[in-house]
């Protein structure tokens, strides 16, 4: 069984950025897709961004496309993703998972969740 442990959150101003950290453990962590999403209070939790098993291939959701970016580095066994251009509306817990099959953005195709990282962007 993977386990994650989440980095990096924080608060930060409209127009501000953060990099958060999702650190594996295990030697299997290179094969594995891994994806982020995100709960807002109130909110079910939403897709983010997917990074496939070698980096080849990454996606997004629309609302962070072009502002946010997933990458790996699969000798340390961490995924990150960098947020730019943060919004009030990106205020949510982080979470980083392994997909297990099935849809990229689809939160039911994942699991390992970690414990979350918040971020709070204020206006």
């Known amino acids: 069984q993977v386990q994650l442990v989440e980095s990096g959150g924080g608060l930060v101003q409209t127009g501000g950025s953060l990099r958060l950290s999702c650190a594996a453990s295990g030697r299997t962590f290179s094969r594995y897709v891994m994806g982020w999403f995100r709960q807002a209070p109130g909110k079910e939790r939403e897709f983010v961004a997917a990074?496939?098993?070698?980096?080849?291939?990454?996606y997004y959701a629309d609302s962070v496309k072009g502002r946010f970016t997933i990458s790996r580095d699969n000798a340390k066994n961490t995924v990150y993703l960098q947020m730019n251009s943060l919004r009030p509306e990106d205020t949510a817990v982080y979470y980083c998972a392994v997909h297990r099959g099935g849809s990229y953005y689809d939160s039911v195709a994942y699991d390992s969740w970690g414990q979350g990282t918040q971020v709070t962007v204020s206006s």
């Open positions: 990074i496939t098993s070698y980096g080849g291939n990454t």
